[in-house]
């Protein structure tokens, strides 16, 4: 038996999320579907990031165990001509047996977009979030060296979720312009529920100069879901890569 | 009546092309008749640049004329309500009534992308032409050089294709890398049928070492579709804008 992990790419799309979910197709499902058919066992992948509904990745992780002959290196090729053109597995490799992807400290990069102009792109329209509102980017940057370091992201976390401590480490987060869109990139070891769309629904109010960036230190100290910015849409998400330790 | 210019962004995937057809939908069908509803006349666009099934664009050119009083800056407004979220106006404005957009000299820009790596990525698959096979952008750099300036450009022009002269002139043409991809950039005053298409499928047999660079000279001299490479699929292209002198 032997551990394998994969480094999963896929356009969110057409997909309700990555957890399986009995209304609608997601990438957990077709990673086990797919894969039980080529080893000829029962697989169950243990994901690191349960992305949302509409959110993409360039470098998800999903570890399972195997008794097949085939070598760990050698699944990427076999596997990716089972699965849809939506879903590729960049890279897949042997692991430790103990090897968990959510219980290893990783630092995980994603990437909100923004495209902001008078009308949306429409060779864009799936991977950023349209708006025509202008955003002023010397503001947002401006308020996002409040938010990193580690802090207390009560304020920017769905109330729905439950976890036993809000505080995490976010390591950077940048904004920066790339071409036409504008570019959030935060790397941390672990986000809460929405915290990354939250973030960026933040910085784009600040943006637009409806919260100044010196207020982002009142939204911290709220530990309130209602002093932070809505909730960025899922479209403008990517989830880059995740790096792990050892 | 007023001559109205339309700068037309699109989504290219689902579409036969621009030009009308009887099989399948085009953006110039759906342009007549979204036009055609919004303003209460027949309308009949004619296109700068006839772009192929598959190929993108961010700034196409198409000009109608109307009686309409709607102001011609705001029919972008109204008509993008109507049109499906692959095809978005960019800008509308009032022109000359003695304006044609083929006929009037301009300066065409085209991108061609290129996903060089062992495996497709998802979110770049509808945009970008995948690859496995490594290239040598320098290659590609030195070839493209040859390429620039006034040519006989016969064997880069698809043979079906009838016209006067096949002489052309390519302004400036760039190879470089953006992210993980290579990125073809072409202005010139005109293409010929495919001409794009068969510099990227060229320049990737330069990049990929099976055409030395300055074996271009050869191929442009042969004046023989033969002598070139093969017409890069259309998925990698997308017109990027058209600039008109006047």
Redesign the interface.
């Known amino acids: 038996m032997k551990r394998v992990m994969l480094t999963v790419?896929?356009?969110g799309t057409r997909y309700h999320g990555w957890q399986i979910q009995n209304n609608g197709e997601t990438i957990e499902g077709i990673l086990n579907r797919c894969l039980s058919e080529l080893l000829g066992e029962t697989i169950e992948v243990i994901g690191a990031s349960r992305t949302d509904s509409g959110v993409?990745a360039?470098g998800n992780v999903a570890v399972f165990d195997t008794e097949s002959p085939i070598p760990a290196d050698k699944i990427?090729y076999a596997l990716?001509r089972r699965l849809p053109?939506?879903?590729?597995?960049?890279r897949s490799q042997q692991v430790d047996p103990a090897f968990h992807p959510r219980h290893t400290v990783s630092h995980k990069t994603y990437e909100y977009r923004i495209y902001c102009a008078?009308?949306?792109?429409?060779?864009r329209?799936?991977?950023s979030h349209f708006t025509y509102v202008p955003m002023d980017l010397s503001l947002m940057q401006s308020a996002a060296k409040y938010l990193v370091g580690t802090h207390d992201f009560k304020s920017f976390c769905s109330t729905q979720a439950q976890v036993e401590s809000t505080i995490r480490q976010v390591e950077s987060l940048d904004v920066f312009r790339e071409g036409r869109e504008l570019v959030i990139r935060v790397t941390g070891r672990g986000f809460l529920y929405n915290m990354v769309r939250i973030i960026a629904g933040t910085l784009m109010e600040v943006g637009r100069g409806y919260i100044a960036p010196e207020e982002v230190v009142r939204i911290l100290e709220a530990k309130d879901r209602q002093a932070a910015g809505p909730t960025a849409p899922a479209c403008g998400l990517?989830l880059v890569q995740i790096v792990y330790e050892q």
Chains 1, 2 share one sequence.
């Open positions: 790419a896929y356009d993409h360039m990427s990716n053109e939506d879903i590729t597995i960049q008078p009308f949306p792109m429409p060779v329209r799936l991977y990517t």
